[in-house]
């Protein structure tokens, strides 16, 4: 999605003004005022549309961090496993030789145990985190589509606008009224349910 305003506002606030100027009229005041207006409706739209976009992009890049981190911990935890298999196996030798293991197989049995909580107790605190992010990110994603579809609803009633000016045609400047103010319910949605 484009950041600004594909259509060439200056341009076109120019071709108005110089129709303006050679027929005057109220008509030509009206679509220049309606024009203008939905320009810069257009612009914020479009400013918004690219921060949010950021912003999503940000939250995303955050939560593959955060996913990454606890797939780290989830592999820790296991090499804890396999050590405390490891050791049991050691244990079971010397049991199985009719020989009293080590205090140390116990101690690190115990050790590894509580090291595999802690460890877990981390990686859930990380899928958590990369869940609450992307779930933002994902909310802001349906806020930059509702500001870049106003955007698009106001370059349509500007481009109607300019018709409207061009031919005199009241129907294509009332054409571009309804798309104009359609966008902007649009845009004012995306702050009210932001």
Not at 6 to 19: A, M, N, V
Not at 22 to 44: C, D, P, Q, S, Y
Not at 113 to 136: F, M, T
Not at 179 to 184: C, F, P, R, S, Y
């Amino acid at each position: 999605m484009p950041e600004g305003p594909e259509i060439d506002t200056d341009k076109l606030h120019e071709t108005i003004s110089e129709r303006l100027e050679k027929e005057g009229g109220n008509f030509l005041k009206r679509i220049a005022v309606t024009t203008a207006v939905l320009a810069a409706f257009a612009a914020v739209a479009a400013l918004q549309a690219g921060a949010t976009v950021n912003e999503a992009l940000l939250l995303k890049t955050e939560a593959t961090r955060a996913q990454a981190q606890a797939s780290d911990q989830r592999a820790f935890y296991q090499a804890k496993g396999i050590k405390a298999a490891v050791d049991e196996a050691s244990k079971q030798a010397w049991l199985a030789a009719n020989r009293m293991p080590p205090g140390e197989f116990t101690a690190l049995a115990t050790r590894y145990a509580h090291e595999q909580e802690d460890i877990q107790k981390v990686a859930k605190e990380k899928e958590a985190e990369r869940d609450e992010k992307s779930d933002e990110a994902d909310r802001l994603l349906a806020r930059h589509h509702g500001f870049a579809n106003a955007v698009a609803l106001f370059q349509v009633a500007i481009a109607l606008g300019a018709l409207a000016a061009l031919t005199s045609a009241r129907v294509m400047w009332w054409g571009s009224v309804v798309t104009g103010g359609v966008g902007i319910v649009l845009f004012v949605q995306q702050f009210l349910h932001g």
